[in-house]
Structures are given as structure tokens and as C-alpha cells.
């Protein structure tokens, strides 16, 4: 089949009323995600794994990226309103954005993130209909020694593209490694620091590891004290941005698009590295940098349009390869794994179904999250006056419930607050967590794949 | 000698692939065709070793160790100690006794919040998660030893 029939078979799975349900849900959450400081997509897509064991691969994955793009939509709200970045990767919005509802421009950064983030998204998913299918078709041909040249590929593009120096990348990608040699040996069959406790026998579970770090580790770096802002409530009338504002943000939404969606491709951080990296383009390329940081369009316009195309791109390598770019989707992988679904060439050609049903959800998912960020910012913004002091302790719960609900194993659990201390020991010592994941997620298969050379 | 953040840090991980090389004593090496169970973590950990010290010889690009803002260490050991009795607790008592108790303990006895919001809280989250979970998501919680 071609891609348009492929593509029309991914829509009569896309459209049908439950999965329909499934992304508005993933959407939903997912901006919510963003919107609120202290929790990323990856403590929510974590957090909500086992709440799909009960659903099908297709509607589990497309609620679960969902997630994922969603807060790359709703981490701008808080950027804008408040000057605290609900997602990481809204961290260059706060400039520009604050600056411009300080200016009363609220509603119109909001709008240009929006229609941004949105155009980014939609030529992210254009470029995965394309681009991953004959990927995929290429990656059957693969043996060992490609995939093991590429697993070294993506480590050295870690240590380049990470935010912390190269010493401390691979440390980091060490670090997580050696966590993924604990358990039993697939080639030799010996217990390798199992302390007699049965659990570890399987290994380190990814979700324990990533909630810990990312969701834990984040709260106990977060003094509720220090979360407080002020909200500048947009006025809704003012929604629409005015002609040179427009004109303004068209080309930086082009460029965001095109660099966030290559730099998505590589491992890392993908989706925090492009805002800062089209931020940088922009003002370079602008003919008033001195509009920059008091409140110019193109440096939200820019930034918001990259790490939207980032987080699309990051599902090429993963869906046509089996390759995760970053821990969230190594996490997307292992909820793929736990419903029977193995990642990589094999889901493009032997499960069309889920594939191009989700590749589709992408398109309607978009959509929805233009029309869920504008008119119900107001909403949005509601969310944003729950205390810090009751949010957290709800988000404890919920990581307590996402790491035990996974095999019903307490030793997880333990796991996940051992590992939360080591992310607040790490955030403290200027080391990033990342690499930590994505070393723990290929040490199992650089393992088999370099000893069966 | 100012004592630099890197230093911990890398000192940290110097010790801890030494601990693995002590650890690995007992799994065999093998050989470079058919490594065995040792290979891997030997091989890792001397790399963490080199990257360790790496950092230890370049702590002067770290911040001072006493400049590392420490504020918030108490809350965030009380926000352990809490989670961790809890963890303790939750296959005995349940999900419904356990975290209706950890977000109690939280609000209340870590937050300061008054003790009927921080009760009410408590018992309307926990109750609302339970019927998510077990009745919409059909995804059973933890019942515990009290049955529930």
C-alpha cells in the first residue's frame, strides 16, 4: 500500500469514537501536564502507564503521546502568565512572553504560541509519514553491527547535544548503564547484583528509574515556598495577535519547524535543546536582537514552534527504529513492550493498524490541542491556583501508584524513592538525569548486540 | 585547596565503580567473542572510574561546594521519610489507609495546611483516585491486609 492508503487506513482507526476519546484525553492531560510547574511529561506519561494496561495498544499509545505533545502546548501558558516554565522546554518563552503580557500582548503570545506550536506539530507529523515508513523498510536490512554503530551513533550525539559537559554526559550514560547490567545475564544466564532479592532478577525497570528522577526527584528540589507567581490574567478579547505581529512570527515559526524537527531526530533532550537553539537563530538573525527579552514575537514565536517539531521528530527514530532518543520515549517503548508490541520495523510492517492509527491520532491531536489552548486558557490558568503544598503530595500518590501498579512489586517503589534521591543528589551536583535513562534503556540490547558480533 | 562541587561528585562515582569492581569478583570475564557476565560491568565501570576522575581533575570549571544551596534539604528529607513510611506500609494497610495517612502526614504535618483542610484533602483524593482506578479504569488497588 502507498502512503496516502496506508495514511486513510491510520484515520478509520484515528476517528473511531474511543480513540478519538483516548487523545482528547492524552491532549488534555498532557496540556495540564505542561501547564503545571514541577510535573513534565514524563512523570505524567509515567504516572498514567499502568491506567492503560486496560486499554489496547493503539488507544494506550495515542493517549500517552498525547501527553507528551500536549505539554509541549501548555507549557507556554504558564511561561507566558506567569514567568514560570510549566515544562522545561518553555524555558525561553518565559523571556519574551512575560514581556509581552506585561505589555498586555498576553492573549496574542498565547495565540502565536498556540497556531505555533501547532503548524510545528502538524509538519513534525508530515515529516513522520514520510520519513518513517521507508526508514523502517531501510532498518529491516539491519544486522548487529548496524544497530550497535548506531546505539554508539546516539551516545556520541548525547554527549554533543546534552546541556551538561561531555564528562559529565557519559558519566551519566555510564552511571545508567551499569544500573542495566543488574539482573540476570540473558547471555550466561548468572545473577548479577540481585543481593538475593527475586525482583531484581528482571533488572531495573525503566518507569521505577524515570518517575524517581523526573517526578520525585523534581519534588524534593521544589521547596513549596519558592512556587509562587503572579498570574496575568489574558483578556480573551485580545486573543488574536494584530497584522505585524503575524508577519512577525511567520518566519520564525518556519525556521523553529525545520530546526526542531531535525534536531528531534537525535538523542538527548530534544525538545529543550531546540527552544534554546531557535532562540539563539532568531536573535541572531532578527534586525532588532535589542527586541529580544523585552517582549519580541519572534522569541516565542521561534522556541515554541521548535520544541513542538522536536518532540514529533523524536518519534521517528523511535517508531521506525526502536530507538529512544530521550526518556520519554524510552518510556512510550516500554509501554509498547508491555502490551506485546515490539518498536522499531517490525511495528511498521507486521502493525499497520497501531502505527498509522497513531501516526493519524497525531494529525487529529494537533487539532484538538489548537482548539483546547485557546478558548479554554481561562480554565488553564484555573489550574495554576491549586497550591503547590497540595499538588505535590497528590503527585506523590500518583507516582506511587504508577511505579507499583506496573508488576505489583514494592521493591520498584523503593526503588523509585532511592532513585528520587539520587535525581535531587544529581540536580544539586549540576548533573543531568537523561543520560542516566538512556544508558539504563540500552545496556540490554548493546549488550546481545555487541556479543553477537 | 577549595573543595569544589565536582569533587564530591566525582569522588562519589570513583568509589562506587570501585565498589562494582568489588562487587563483580566472582562473575567470570569470558572472552571478547563470547563476553561473560562480568564483561560489561567491568568494562562500564572502569569507564565511570576514568569519567570520575576526569571530573575530579577539571573541579575547578564547578562551583565551590559551599555555595551548593542546601535550604531545602530538610523539607526534602521530611518529604522522604514520609514516602518511605508510607512505602513501608502500603501493602499491609492498603491504598485507601496508606495514602489517605501519606497525604495527611504531607499537608498537614509538612505543609502546615489546617488539620480539617488537610483531612478533608486527604480523604476526598484518595476516595476520588480509588473510584478512577477501580471503578472507571477497572485497575484494582492495593486492598491490603484489612481487605479494602
Request: charged content about 10%; aromatic content about 8%.
Amino acid at each position: 500500500m502507498g502512503t496516502v492508503e496506508n495514511l486513510l487506513l491510520g484515520f478509520s482507526v484515528a476517528l473511531q469514537p474511543d480513540v478519538l476519546w483516548y487523545a482528547f484525553l492524552g491532549c488534555l492531560v498532557g496540556t495540564i501536564v505542561g501547564v503545571l510547574p514541577g510535573i513534565g511529561p514524563l512523570s505524567g506519561i509515567s504516572i498514567l502507564l499502568p491506567a492503560t494496561f486496560g486499554l489496547d495498544t493503539t488507544k494506550s499509545v495515542v493517549m500517552l503521546a498525547g501527553i507528551y505533545y500536549g505539554s509541549q502546548y501548555g507549557g507556554s501558558t504558564t511561561s507566558i502568565l506567569m514567568r514560570i516554565p510549566g515544562e522545561a522546554a518553555s524555558v525561553m518563552t518565559c523571556i519574551d512572553g512575560y514581556a509581552m503580557a506585561q505589555k498586555g500582548r498576553a492573549g496574542a503570545a498565547l495565540c502565536i504560541a498556540a497556531v505555533g506550536s501547532w503548524i510545528a506539530g502538524t509538519f513534525g507529523v508530515i515529516m513522520l509519514t514520510l520519513i518513517a515508513p521507508p526508514l523502517a523498510a531501510f532498518a529491516l536490512r539491519f544486522g548487529p553491527p548496524e544497530y550497535t554503530a548506531l546505539l554508539v551513533l546516539g551516545l556520541i550525539f548525547l554527549a554533543y547535544m546534552s546541556s551538561t559537559s561531555l564528562p559529565r554526559t557519559l558519566l551519566m550514560a555510564c552511571f545508567g548503564l551499569l544500573l542495566g547490567t543488574i539482573g540476570i545475564d540473558n547471555m550466561t544466564g548468572h545473577f548479577r547484583y540481585s543481593f538475593d532479592i527475586a525482583e531484581l532478577g528482571d533488572g531495573i525497570g525503566i518507569v521505577p528509574v524515570a518517575i524517581g528522577l523526573f517526578g520525585l526527584g523534581e519534588i524534593l528540589s521544589t521547596p513549596s515556598a519558592t512556587v509562587v507567581g503572579k498570574v496575568i490574567a489574558p483578556k480573551l478579547r485580545q486573543l488574536l495577535p494584530n497584522r505585524r505581529e503575524w508577519r512577525e512570527s511567520a518566519m520564525p515559526i518556519a525556521r523553529g519547524s525545520v530546526l526542531g524537527f531535525l534536531i528531534g531526530l537525535t538523542p538527548g533532550s530534544a525538545h529543550i535543546i531546540s527552544s534554546f537553539l531557535s532562540y539563539a537563530v532568531e536573535r541572531r538573525v532578527s534586525k532588532h536582537p535589542e527586541e529580544f527579552g523585552k517582549g519580541a514575537v519572534a522569541g516565542v514565536a521561534g522556541p515554541e514552534s521548535a520544541n513542538n517539531a522536536a518532540s514529533t521528530g523524536a518519534f521517528v527514530p523511535m517508531l521506525a527504529l526502536g530507538l529512544p532518543t530521550g526518556p520519554i520515549t524510552a518510556v512510550l517503548i516500554a509501554a509498547l513492550m508491555i502490551h506485546g508490541v515490539p518498536p522499531g520495523p517490525t511495528l511498521v510492517n507486521e502493525h499497520p493498524n497501531i502505527f498509522w492509527g497513531f501516526v493519524a491520532s497525531m494529525y487529529v491531536g494537533n487539532l484538538m490541542l489548537l482548539a483546547l489552548n485557546l478558548p479554554l486558557v481561562g480554565i488553564f490558568v484555573n489550574v495554576l491556583r491549586i497550591p503547590y503544598a497540595y499538588l505535590y503530595p497528590l503527585v506523590i500518590m500518583f507516582c506511587i501508584i504508577g511505579v507499583y501498579e506496573v508488576s505489583h512489586s514494592i521493591v520498584d517503589v523503593w526503588i523509585m524513592l532511592i532513585m528520587g534521591i539520587i535525581g535531587y543528589g544529581l540536580r544539586k551536583f549540576g548533573l543531568d538525569p537523561a543520560p542516566l535513562v538512556l544508558g539504563l534503556v540500552i545496556a540490554p540490547t548493546s549488550k546481545c548486540r555487541c556479543a553477537s558480533r | 585547596m577549595t573543595l569544589r562541587s565536582d569533587h564530591i561528585a566525582g569522588g562519589v562515582f570513583v568509589a562506587f565503580g570501585v565498589l562494582v569492581f568489588a562487587l563483580s569478583g566472582d562473575l567470570p570475564l569470558g572472552t571478547l567473542s563470547f563476553p561473560g557476565a562480568g564483561m560489561m560491568p567491568k568494562l562500564v565501570a572502569g569507564l565511570l572510574i576514568v569519567f570520575g576522575l576526569l571530573l575530579v581533575l577539571r573541579a575547578n570549571e564547578s562551583a565551590p561546594v559551599a555555595t551548593v544551596p542546601w535550604s531545602d534539604l530538610p523539607h526534602a528529607a521530611r518529604v522522604v521519610a514520609i514516602t518511605a513510611a508510607a512505602i513501608a506500609l502500603y501493602q499491609t494497610l492498603g491504598f485507601l489507609v496508606t495514602m489517605a495517612l501519606l497525604l495527611f502526614a504531607l499537608t498537614f504535618g509538612t505543609e502546615r495546611r489546617h488539620p480539617l483542610a488537610a483531612a478533608a484533602f486527604s480523604i476526598g483524593v484518595v476516595a476520588l483516585t480509588y473510584l478512577l482506578f477501580a471503578v472507571a479504569l477497572k485497575t484494582p488497588l492495593e486492598p491490603g491486609i484489612l481487605g479494602f
